[in-house]
């Protein structure tokens, strides 16, 4: 387990700075007992033993809330493999020469990818699975200043050069993402795909891409949107009946799921039986 060195990114964080204090000190743990991929067991217990071996009050069920928290600030992806958890920390740097991680990726695979992404120190080399979507190469002047990139500013490194880094921020006018773009976005995070249509699809029909004329961090979003289903489903299967929501509600839309019947698309109701 190699030592890790918290640098002064970590100060100005706004995703780290919105943690409620034991979620930012699950994730300070997280980054010590994560592999070079940045990537670790998902199973609550398994994180509540690793990351406080010698607190025997700290159980499962006080850090399942936290983790959830994590991923929706942005800084884990939890996805799955084989009907077993794992979480992905995001925007890690690459980390000496690992090729492989002790952990699956939501694919099976073993292997670590890199890809090169701008930072303020420069250009740096991130495990591919811990980027939300991989960027190409860009100048801060294509992508804006340091102040506009709040959405994760985390930096950490190891006496190899690890760190979770500062690749572009999605705030701005940017444009608006392609179906293809968030479907892609879905896989790399462990998103299942039916939840990537039905996030595209509704931000088309309600026209909700933008706030006040800026982009939303719909990446964000998607994980959001994601583990809502997941939650409705979990719901719905418990119950062991039909449930309907109405994702419309309080939209131009709300309650009109039916219009858009024989479109071929799903846009408010969803139904789980």
Not at 49 to 59: K, Q, T
Not at 89 to 112: E, V
Not at 116 to 130: C, I, Y
Not at 160 to 165: L, Y
Request: contains cysteine; glycine residues 8%.
């Amino acid at each position: 387990m190699p030592n890790r060195i918290v640098r002064e990114g970590f100060l100005d964080s706004e995703a780290i700075n919105s943690l409620e204090a034991f979620t930012e000190c699950i994730f300070h743990r997280l980054l010590i007992v994560s592999d070079d991929a940045g990537r670790f067991d998902g199973r609550a217990q398994i994180v509540a033993s690793r990351c406080f071996p010698l607190r025997d009050s700290i159980r499962a069920k006080d850090v399942e809330g936290h983790l959830l928290k994590l991923e929706q600030a942005g800084l884990l992806i939890r996805y799955e493999w084989n009907g077993k958890p794992f979480l992905q920390l995001t925007k890690w740097q690459k980390a000496g020469k690992s090729l492989t991680s002790k952990f699956p990726w939501s694919d099976g695979s073993f292997s670590i990818k890199y890809a090169k992404a701008e930072t303020r120190d420069g250009v740096k080399e991130f495990v591919t699975t811990s980027l939300p979507h991989t960027h190409p190469i860009r100048t801060p002047s294509e992508w804006g200043s340091r102040e506009s990139n709040t959405e994760t500013e985390t930096e950490t490194e190891t006496d190899t050069e690890t760190e979770t880094g500062n690749p572009p921020s999605q705030n701005g006018s940017g444009e608006i993402p392609t179906l293809d773009e968030v479907k892609t976005a879905a896989s790399m995070m462990g998103i299942l795909e039916s939840s990537a249509i039905g996030f595209w699809e509704w931000h088309e029909i309600n026209n909700a891409w933008r706030k006040n004329g800026t982009l939303i961090k719909w990446r964000l979003k998607l994980v959001k949107w994601a583990w809502n289903d997941k939650e409705f489903k979990a719901n719905a299967k418990r119950n062991g009946n039909s449930q309907t929501v109405d994702r419309n509600q309080g939209t131009a839309n709300a309650g009109k799921a039916n219009q858009y019947a024989n479109l071929g698309r799903v846009v408010s109701n969803q139904s789980v039986r």
